[in-house]
């Protein structure tokens, strides 16, 4: 068979793995998410994910910010411009450390 024959074949796309949830509603929850999923004219099952998803991505994203008073602010920018200078403990350790490591 010539080359100019041959079709070149599709790859396919690998499938990413589906993992399964399932959680027990009562009557009122499953009243009430089935509402507002008609209102955005989703699945209930999408509608909940895309909650979920939503809900996990907000949570972790203000666990990860720092949020100071103005006084806490003041404090840490001090601590950073003007660093305590190290004490006997952490003085005898670098010693330590440098005798036992070398330079």
């Known amino acids: 068979m010539s080359q100019a024959t041959m079709k ?4 396919k796309a690998p499938k990413s793995k589906a993992y ?3 959680a027990r509603l ?6 009430l998410i089935q509402k507002a999923a008609d209102l955005q004219g989703r ?4 509608f909940v994910l895309h909650s979920a998803e939503t809900a996990a991505e907000r949570t972790i994203e203000e666990r990860a910010m720092l949020i100071l ?4 602010t003041e404090a840490f920018v001090d ?3 003007h660093p305590a200078q190290p004490g ?13 490591i070398g330079r």
């Open 69 to 72: 008073s103005a006084r806490e």
């Open 8 to 11: 070149p074949r599709k790859q």
């Open 26 to 31: 009562n009557e009122e929850q499953k009243v």
């Open 43 to 46: 699945t209930m099952t999408d």
């Open 88 to 100: 006997p403990v952490l003085r005898a350790a670098a010693r330590h450390y440098k005798n036992t």
């Open 79 to 81: 601590a950073i411009l």
């Open 20 to 22: 399964r949830f399932d």
